[in-house]
């Protein structure tokens, strides 16, 4: 088993700068202590959120030495001199939205207390050096160790989703259509945990997004991850009609036992073809689909519309069956 699987790899890179950063500040005679702090917390998910993100922690870093500095030459190490570092630190941060940098800042205000001893702004230069090291030295870890790179755990995401989609879609269906109560009285929940891997999902694909411009391997894959981004919004999609399913009321059904096990039958084959447990045939599947569509017309025809609320049960557990089959034919036919 790989080592970035057991310790994963932000670790393993938050590790190899924070070396980095003490080799580095040791080679120049600094104290390591606040490069390193900020080497650890400038590790992000993507290249592109470390450079943003130490952006705005450099100047917060330095407002933080500064009123350590200033406090401390005028309050001597006092009770008051960490109070109003603290607080003059946090309350300045915020006003000039450096929120990305306000617990560093925060942090470095407070532990410049302990350690200046002599030269002030001797000591404020150091800082904003060692600040310098901390920043550079993870974002260039983040950029070429261990690249962030999620195509892998998005097809893995897409494909469990897609599985899970189809279990559910039977399963909602079944219950409406012959139980009439839930077998499953989690199922609610099962399918709000989908909507979790869907964001999650998504999120990973703008994170990909975000560091195509700066990885050239990965600028190549960029269709790809086009395509992802796709299928994510197509399965959201389906969450979203087989939730409406879910959500139906426990109502006796209008139609023959024979229309159910033929409405249900085809339920299953495009449950089923969605998880890939069957292949897309699209002459197989346009004709299943053209036969749905003429159910649907068939329910509209009888349908009792008097209500003008509520549509009627059959009608709208075809709707959403309709609605799902055409996205997961958009899934398996985009380009």
């Known amino acids: 088993m790989k080592v970035q699987t057991i ?17 580095i500040c040791k080679w120049f005679d600094f104290p390591p202590t606040f490069a390193v702090i900020t080497a650890i917390v400038t590790i992000e998910p993507t290249v592109t959120d470390s450079i943003k993100k130490g952006i705005v922690r450099f100047p917060a870093s330095a407002i933080g030495a500064a009123y350590a500095v200033i406090f401390l030459a005028l309050f001597g190490n006092s009770s008051f001199t960490y109070m109003l570092a603290a607080v003059l630190t946090i309350f300045t941060c915020f006003r000039l939205n450096l929120h990305a940098g306000l617990l560093v800042a925060t942090l470095t205000a407070i532990a410049m207390i302990e350690v200046v001893e002599d030269s002030y702004f001797l000591s404020f230069l150091i800082r904003l050096a060692t600040t310098t090291i901390g920043l550079s030295v993870s974002t260039l870890v983040n950029m070429f160790v261990f690249p962030p790179n999620y195509h892998h755990s998005i097809h893995k995401q897409t494909e469990s989703i897609r599985k899970k989609l189809s279990n559910h879609m039977k399963r909602c269906y079944y219950e409406l259509i ?101 292949v897309f045939e699209e002459d197989e599947w346009k004709n299943k689909r053209t036969q749905l569509h003429q159910i649907f017309q068939e329910t509209l025809r009888s349908a009792q519309l008097d209500s003008p609320e509520k549509l009627p049960i059959e009608l709208v557990a075809i709707y959403e069956l309709i609605s799902i089959v055409e996205i997961i034919e958009d899934y398996f036919t985009m380009e």
């Open 178 to 278: 012959f139980t009439k109560i839930p077998l499953d009285l989690g199922m609610n929940e099962k399918v709000g945990t989908v909507y979790k891997e869907l964001e999650n999902a998504a999120l990973l694909s703008l994170y990909q997004k975000k560091d195509l411009k700066y990885h050239h391997i990965l600028e190549k894959r960029e269709n790809e991850l086009t395509r992802l981004r796709r299928q994510i919004h197509y399965l959201r999609t389906i969450q979203y009609h087989v939730t409406n399913i879910a959500e139906q009321p426990s109502k006796e059904l209008e139609w023959s036992l024979e229309k159910q096990k033929y409405v249900f039958e085809n339920v299953c084959y495009f449950a089923n073809v969605l998880s890939e447990k069957l």
């Open 7 to 23: 310790i994963g790899n932000r670790v393993i890179k938050t590790g190899i700068a924070v070396f980095f950063t003490a080799l």
